[in-house]
């Protein structure tokens, strides 16, 4: 009928709308442009513009029909609210005259359906129009009021298109939101609403018959009290299950069940949705029967969940979360507790119904949600005579207690490798925190975690809940911070779908940022939570704390990778690596040559010859250890006899060896900390330019004002400890060990006792030369590390621009302290 509106103004109105709960300056500027474009009236005869409106609504519409209309309907309200107490209201009266103006459209589309060239356009333009009829109607349902029997033959739409079924519903939205708002309508129209929908809750599927029984509630409730009508429906469903339980009991494999089954899906369903919105136990429904529906719908609809066929057990349990919105007390009971908390925490439960649990509780929680928002509207209006909002917290205490029920299993869905369940269960979290309906601090971990999912919409979600959860309880993410970061390594393993790759702590894109970067820019503004949140971290690699190697690497991974921002944050880490090598370092060299000896005695007691010869043997190795340990000036300067001397070093500790290969496995295991935090260590400095002589200068005790420079990242350094990845990917701990895993065992401890006798850095002999001990270190170092590419395993020396240190070489100090 009329020509679209060109697609790239309505791409950019899909744009800027989406901004409507941005920053406050930007969602002032979407409100303003949409107030002029859209809700400024338009005078009536120019009907060309009006027309140019509706089809740009109506394509902005349809365009966000897979992403939601939130922000329609911020937008909208944002707009009425602004002008609620003004005299002058014209976004009102724009409002009237596009309602009006889409149901014109409507009927123009629905003429022109006949025309069999552009039925596909006008269908769907038809459904934009009446979604648009619906969205106005949500948030000011007396718009629609004087078309509402307009509206009505919608109902009676043929359907064999999806877009047929959108009309169907919306109109049954529509008409929900409506008809309790019509003054005397007639009973004709009345009944013919309530046929049509009985119609199609007898003949369509779920979506339609979840609308049409939405609508038939409010329209019976409400309106018409015509109860015998929804009572006859309902046992006529409730019938067919009791049956359907019956010849099930009698005989589990009867083929009359499986013929049956399309009938018992639908029956399932269709009780529970009755339920959701009428109360039969109302004298109203069942009269003076005594038995209690509630309690016989539980019954019955528990039984199927024990059904052997997943599709039957779906319906059930879609059923009971129907029921459970009616009456929410149902939840509390030992058998359907039993059913949630097992199909949430059985690992090996089937996918699909997880996720129905989850959307049951999330269903519910919106629920509540929408009535607590009535109640609060409804108070407002009659404050004055009688306390609304205490019914509303009556009905908050029975979902806080709902939810502590059932929280920890939701929780423990994040650790699912099926994204959706993961989306589901932070849905949950989000209403259930929302609400305030339980103490936030027992999930901040969780969220922590789900902050490093793949999917940015989940990433941005949780970490949107903390951001909220840091304004109102300031202390909360820090005190549980290191808990997070240890959960968030958890979730990574379960969504890890290659188990033999190592989990990283860093995305694999351009940007290669922490996964917790976002928690780490949440802690990083307090000097005080930020320095205990990294001490925390570093202590996981002492050799005392029993870390797993590849925690280890994951949290080695996000501290190289964090959005520092100062120098003072990385000399810090810096700092404290040097303090935890120090002490760690000692005790694995020191545990490491006890278990030699101790085992050596152990496993057999040598002649009176072989002690002496084992004490030789000792010997020559502890004399080799010393010659390794002599700074390199004070040996031969050639290489090859270096070599020769590092040879004679590790042959002379491999006789050492016991024929037990578990304190070498161990050392391998526990020195992998210590290989990371080297590692990190020439990261940074590689990363931010330092010199080993700003290192050492740093002093945490100074003033923060002393580092508070701007750091300047080098780019292309990253982060690839070889050793550590290597030793993962191997899984050394239970596979066999050979000479040659033996020998480079040892060269490791060799090295390990080098660098740790060369730990602290010397003085220089001569203006610009450098240390034998430092060169003995760098050596160590080197070679610990896997000797690769200087930029990511030794430590450049440039100028520090910030401080204008002049150039150091090496990695130990180059000017006198």
């Known amino acids: ?411 423990e869905a994040f650790f699912h490798t099926q994204s959706s369940v993961r989306h589901f269960a932070l849905n949950v979290i989000a209403l259930t925190l929302n609400q305030g309906l339980i103490h936030p601090v027992q999930c901040v971990p969780y969220l922590i975690a789900m902050g490093t999912d793949p999917e940015p919409s989940m990433r941005n979600k949780a970490d949107q809940q903390l951001v909220e959860i840091d304004k109102k309880y300031a202390g909360f993410i820090h005190m549980k911070a290191v808990a997070g970061m240890k959960m968030s390594y958890q979730v990574q393993q379960a969504i890890n779908t290659c188990p033999k790759d190592p989990v990283r702590g860093f995305r694999h894109d351009e940007s290669s940022s922490a996964l917790c970067s976002h928690l780490y820019s949440m802690i990083r503004g307090n000097r005080q939570h930020r320095r205990a949140f990294l001490i925390s971290l570093l202590n996981l690699f002492d050799d005392t704390a029993k870390t797993e190697v590849n925690m280890l690497l994951y949290i080695a991974d996000n501290l190289a990778c964090f959005p520092y921002q100062t120098q003072e944050e990385p000399l810090f880490i810096m700092h404290h690596i040097d303090i935890t090598l120090s002490v760690s370092g000692s005790n694995l060299l020191q545990s490491f040559k006890e278990s030699m000896v101790k085992d050596k005695k152990k496993e057999r007691k040598p002649s009176s010859d072989e002690e002496t010869d084992s004490d030789s043997n000792s010997g020559s190795g502890s004399d080799s250890e010393e010659e390794a340990s002599k700074p390199r000036r004070l040996r031969k300067r050639v290489d090859s006899d270096s070599d020769s001397d590092e040879e004679n070093d590790i042959n002379a500790v491999m006789k050492c060896l016991p024929e037990n290969s578990a304190p070498l496995i161990e050392f391998a295991n526990v020195s992998q900390g210590i290989l990371l935090l080297l590692m990190l260590k020439q990261h940074l400095k590689n990363l931010c330019g330092f010199s080993d002589s700003k290192i050492q200068k740093y002093s945490p005790s100074e003033s923060a004002k002393v580092y508070d420079k701007a750091i300047n990242r080098k780019t292309g350094v990253h982060f690839h400890p070889k050793q550590t990845l290597d030793f993962l990917r191997s899984d050394m701990a239970s596979s066999k060990i050979t000479e040659e895993v033996k020998r480079s065992i040892v060269k490791q401890y060799l090295d390990f006792k080098l660098l740790m006798e060369h730990l602290d850095p010397d003085e220089e002999e001569e203006d610009g030369e450098v240390s034998a001990s430092t060169n003995a270190r760098n050596k160590a170092i080197t070679s610990l590390l896997g000797g690769g590419s200087p930029k990511n395993n030794a430590a450049e020396t440039e100028d520090d621009e910030s401080d204008g240190e002049d150039r150091g070489g090496g990695t130990s100090g180059v000017r006198r302290r």
């Open 1 to 411: 009928i009329e020509q679209p509106t060109f697609p790239k103004i309505t791409e950019m109105c899909v744009k800027m709308i989406r901004r409507v709960n941005d920053e406050e300056g930007i969602k002032k500027l979407v409100n303003e442009t949409f107030q002029k474009l859209w809700f400024t009236p338009t005078p009536h005869l120019d009907k060309e513009a009006m027309t140019r409106k509706i089809l740009n609504i109506t394509d902005v519409v349809a365009a966000c029909r897979d992403t939601g209309y939130d922000w329609f309907e911020q937008l909208l309200q944002n707009l009425l609210k602004s002008e609620e107490d003004a005299s002058y209201k014209p976004v009102k009266k724009a409002c009237t005259q596009l309602v009006d103006n889409l149901v014109e459209h409507i009927l123009k589309y629905e003429e022109s359906l006949s025309d069999s060239d552009n039925k596909g356009v006008n269908s769907g333009r038809l459904v934009a129009c009446i979604t648009t009829l619906f969205l106005f109607s949500k948030i000011r349902p007396q718009l629609m009021v004087k078309h509402a029997m307009t509206m009505q033959p919608y109902l009676t739409t043929k359907c064999s298109t999806q877009n047929d079924f959108m009309v169907i519903c919306n109109v049954a939205k529509i008409l929900e939101l409506v008809v309790p708002l019509m003054e005397h309508p007639s009973e004709t129209f009345l009944a013919t609403i309530e046929e049509d929908l009985m119609k199609l809750i007898i003949k369509y599927g779920m979506t339609v018959v979840q609308h049409c029984v939405s609508c038939l509630g409010a329209v019976v409730n409400k309106v018409t009290q015509n109860y015998k009508f929804v009572w006859a429906c309902f046992n006529r469903y409730y019938g067919a299950l009791s049956k359907l339980k019956s010849q099930h009991q009698e005989d589990p494999n009867s083929t009359i069940l499986t013929a049956n089954k399309p009938a018992l899906l639908r029956s399932l369903f269709t009780v529970g949705a009755l339920c959701r919105h009428f109360d039969f136990d109302q004298e109203d429904f069942k009269g003076n029967s005594k038995v209690n529906i509630k309690d016989k719908v539980l019954e019955l609809l528990m039984y199927f969940t024990k059904h052997s066929d997943e599709e039957v057990q779906t319906k059930a349990i879609i059923g009971l979360g129907f029921a459970f919105i009616q009456h929410p007390s149902l939840m509390f009971e030992q058998e359907v507790k039993t059913l949630y908390n097992s199909i949430l925490s059985d690992k090996n439960c089937s996918v699909n119904l997880k996720i129905q649990v989850l959307k049951n509780l999330q269903t519910y929680l919106q629920e509540e949600d929408t009535r607590m928002q009535q109640a609060d509207r409804d108070w407002k209006k009659v404050a004055k005579q009688e306390d609304l909002k205490e019914m509303g917290d009556i009905s908050s205490g029975m979902s806080s207690s709902i939810m502590q029920l059932y929280l920890k299993q939701v929780l």
